[in-house]
């Protein structure tokens, strides 16, 4: 499973539990915003959402409306918050040697501040079909190979020698398409407001400071 759709998301809110439709629109823009985005092809419009994490919060989901109910006096986005209020996934927090590897990397912080500044970042080639451990040689020499291996880790750095091509959730994904013409390779941004957090944000404090 690649990922899951906004369809399928609203699905499984739907299965979690009788939510009004207002405060149903405000959770999946919470979650739109920072769980979807995921593009494994370069020609991908629409963004997947991670399905660990979509697990996850749907399970979370359904332990707070069973636990507080739906207050409608408080209004949808209050009463959105309210179910919404619990410890993120430990299971999709970047692992720390991955956030090292990035930020001792000769470019990483310049590459990190780029990446939360820019709307997108852009390869001289396109991004490594398969990016394995020898791979980790080339990141100091080759730019493309350290946005790579951004885009194919998000989690921890041992899942992506294990999971098959084009199966990862990174802290980088494709941007969409201006048009519906098929692409080979494309620019990259931040994949959604839980990587800027989770991984950008860290990796930026755990690199040393330098002169950009």
């Known amino acids: 499973m690649y990922g899951f759709g906004k369809d399928d998301m609203e699905r499984g809110i739907d299965a979690v539990g009788e939510i009004p439709p207002k405060v149903k629109e405000s959770i999946l823009e919470n979650w739109e915003r920072n769980f979807d985005g995921y593009r494994f092809h370069p020609s991908s419009k629409a963004g997947l959402f991670n399905p660990t994490q979509a697990m996850y919060n749907f399970q979370m989901l359904r332990n707070n409306l069973q636990r507080y109910g739906i207050n409608e006096h408080i209004g949808a986005g209050k009463s959105a918050q309210r179910l919404l209020t619990f410890l993120p996934d430990p299971n999709t927090m970047p692992a720390e040697s991955t956030l090292r590897i990035i930020a001792q990397h000769p470019l990483g912080r310049a590459t990190i501040r780029n990446a939360l500044r820019l709307p997108s970042l852009l390869l001289s080639s396109s991004v490594l079909s398969r990016f ?22 998000g989690a921890s750095y041992i899942l992506i020698l294990m999971l098959p091509p084009h199966y990862y959730l990174g802290a980088l994904t494709y941007c969409a398409p201006p048009d519906d013409e098929p692409r080979s390779s494309g620019p990259l941004k931040v994949t959604n407001e839980t990587a800027r957090k989770e991984f950008w944000d860290e990796a930026l404090r755990m690199s040393p400071e330098e002169s950009l």
């Open 132 to 153: 394995r451990l020898s791979s980790i040689n080339e990141l100091s020499t080759n730019t493309d190979a350290l946005l790579s291996f951004m885009f194919y880790t």
